[in-house]
């Protein structure tokens, strides 16, 4: 697409579009939000990158192939599903810090979930409309 | 008695999938990753089942949230023999599947596919809550979606478009009958929704949701008239996934009519007349099919339709030797059934097709593999004293103490069928000389490796040995097969053990 304002304006929104992304993610445990959603934001900043500049600058930009995220998600969120069951109680049991850290509040294991979450739908939508944009090349 | 070990058997899965997709494009450390993560699954199986026989039943309230509000995860004695037969098919088809599977498959994901449907399958063995139950469901055909079309032949395809219409079918179905059954009981728990719908006065209403069930499980599991999707597509994909198909995605829909029509609908006349006259129906049509069929997978994707009619029957007559008939079928079946496609698989390695006019003479040329074939072919038959044999006494009893006639001739049509198909299969395929001047049939056998050839006749050995002993060690089978029954006429202990409270019977 060979629009200059929406070339300058897509490198400017990216950065703000992940920032907000993050925010999501952090806000999901009490207001709405969360992985899935904070997730689809920050491939839209990817995409629309995409659109403007090209796909293969948007793969160089991020470095990893989008593909790597999914596993990874994958298994940050097992694991945060999983280690309740090494301390002996029930899967998927919420555990918390006691004290809040400060800007994100309190830490739980359902963030690291909601973090897992948060990758792999980077890592598949990506996957998807990259693999679709390079095979109509 | 609550214990974390329930989750167990799924958890190995999803976290050999997840290290799978670590390994993407790298078959050989993939192969070897699947092979381990199956075998320490068995592990988990065997030691979750023999804590359950010793024990009584385990479960799991999913964090910490006490039943019947969050997720409970349950293992008696019927889901936890379901697991470890399925563990049992899993690591016979993951040895397999290292030779059985082109390169090409396994560098688009096959492996962890492979573990998501076994996660899958796990899963819904295990679980105590209807919708979680549709959520398995969900994994399971979501994976198998995958593994049917995966390699993209026109003929996949195909198959893929049939299995996967009528699968969103049936899960519809299933759907809007636990959204029904919520609506009337305010409940999801299987044990809580046992004491709720139990109490209903309203039966009309209860046979109408039953029967939102039936149609489900009934299209998943293959019941006429809903069984047309699986013979036209289970030949189509590659030996490997139709074992695990054959085997095992019918039966999880097999138990799952079992585990709804024992805790939440007890069948009453009209939906035991209901299933009998389903079941002498699916016997018949399975017959029929396999019966005119040249094609050995499409042949046995036929047989697989009429044999799930025996159990099916079993469950409609329901009485305690009907049920001890069935579940043993059930047992039977499950690894005959992967071992049978394993073989087809490897049939198909030795000349190329598997169309019966174009081979022959194998047993000139492989005595001892044609001989291990004929264990399992004998099986499937039921030729005392092999496996087949035990639950089709048990079933023609109950059929005759109960009057269930027509279901008797039926399972007798049924079974001679299946001996004359399979004697038909023997003699083509196996004492017929193989028919000169056919082109593209070839040895892909003799030209591998003694390494390679372990690998595809290894778990053939393996599953054939666990049928031996179904057939040969009976007498265990009937000890656990006769647990079952008891739990599942008298339900209190499972209600108890989940809801953690005191029923009376």
């Known amino acids: 697409m060979k629009s200059t304002i929406l070339k300058t304006a897509s490198s400017y929104l990216l950065p703000i579009l992940l920032l907000f992304s993050i925010f999501i993610l952090l806000r999901g445990h009490y207001l709405p939000g969360g992985g899935f959603v904070g997730g689809l934001i920050a491939s839209i900043a990817f995409v629309l990158h995409s659109f403007t500049h090209d796909t293969e600058a948007t793969l160089q930009l991020l470095r990893i192939h989008p593909r790597a995220l999914i596993p990874v998600g994958l298994g940050v969120s097992a694991l945060s599903m999983f280690v309740p069951f090494l301390g002996g109680l029930p899967v998927m049991t919420g555990l918390w810090f006691d004290e809040p850290v400060p800007v994100i509040g309190l830490i739980g294991s359902a963030l690291v979930f909601d973090l897992g979450v948060y990758l792999v739908v980077i890592g598949v939508v990506l996957t998807v409309l990259f693999t679709i944009s390079q095979y109509s090349e | 008695m609550t214990s974390n070990a329930v989750v167990l058997p799924f958890i190995v899965h999803l976290f050999t999938a997840i290290l799978l997709l670590f390994f993407w494009r790298k078959t050989v450390a993939q192969r070897i990753i699947s092979v381990m993560g199956s075998t320490l699954a068995l592990t988990v199986a065997i030691g979750l089942f023999s804590s359950v026989w010793n024990d009584g039943i385990l479960t799991m309230q999913a964090a910490g949230w006490a039943a019947p509000f969050g997720i409970s995860f349950v293992a008696d004695v ?129 046979d109408m949701t039953a029967i939102f069930f039936i149609v489900g499980f009934g299209i998943k599991s293959a019941v006429f008239p809903l069984y047309f999707w699986l013979p036209s597509s289970y030949h189509t994909p590659p030996s490997a996934v139709a074992a695990i198909f054959g085997g095992l995605l019918t039966k999880v829909g097999i138990y799952a009519l079992f585990r709804i029509f024992t805790l939440i609908f007890v069948p009453d006349d009209f939906l035991s007349n209901l299933l009998i006259v389903l079941a002498v129906l699916t016997v018949l049509t399975g017959t029929f099919g396999a019966v005119i069929k040249n094609n050995i997978r499409r042949l046995l994707s036929y047989l697989i339709v009429c044999h799930i009619g025996f159990m099916v029957g079993g469950l409609g007559m329901y009485s305690e030797v009907a049920l001890a008939g069935a579940l043993f079928y059930l047992f039977h079946d499950m690894m005959v059934k992967t071992n049978i496609f394993l073989i087809a698989g490897l049939i198909r390695k030795l000349r190329g097709t598997m169309n019966m006019d174009k081979i022959g003479g194998l047993y000139a040329e492989y005595p001892l593999l044609s001989l291990l074939m004929a264990v399992v072919l004998f099986s499937l038959v039921g030729i005392p004293p092999l496996s087949g044999f035990w639950p089709k006494i048990y079933l023609f009893e109950a059929g005759f103490m109960d009057h269930h006639y027509a279901l008797v001739a039926a399972i007798i049509i049924g079974s001679f069928a299946t001996l004359y198909v399979i004697a038909k299969m023997w003699a083509k395929v196996f004492w017929k000389s193989q028919p000169e001047g056919i082109a593209g049939v070839e040895d892909g056998f003799r030209p591998m490796s003694n390494f390679r050839r372990s690998l595809l006749v290894g778990p053939i050995v393996f599953l054939a040995a666990i049928t031996l002993f179904i057939g040969l060690g009976a007498e265990h089978i009937v000890t656990v097969v006769n647990h079952i029954v008891r739990e599942m006429k008298d339900t209190s202990p499972y209600i108890q053990a989940v809801l953690e409270m005191h029923v009376s019977p």
Not at chain 2, 141 to 159: D, N
Not at chain 2, 160 to 174: C, G, P, Q
């Open chain 2, 78 to 206: 019927f889901s936890s023999s379901m697991v470890l037969l399925t563990s049992f098919s899993g690591l016979a088809v993951a040895v397999y599947s290292a030779t059985g599977i082109s390169r090409g498959r396994m560098l688009f994901g096959y492996f962890p596919m492979f573990h998501f449907l076994l996660m899958g399958l796990n899963g819904a063995y295990l679980t105590g809550d209807i919708f979680n139950l549709y959520v398995w469901f969900e994994v399971i055909i979501i994976a198998s979606f995958v593994l049917m079309s995966l390699g993209g032949r026109k003929a996949q395809i195909e198959g893929s478009v049939k299995y996967m219409a009528m699968n969103i079918l049936a899960s519809t179905f299933f759907l809007t009958g636990i959204g029904i059954l919520y609506g009337i009981t305010g409940s999801l728990n299987i044990a809580d929704l046992s004491l709720k719908v139990g109490a209903m006065e309203n039966r009309k209403l209860v």
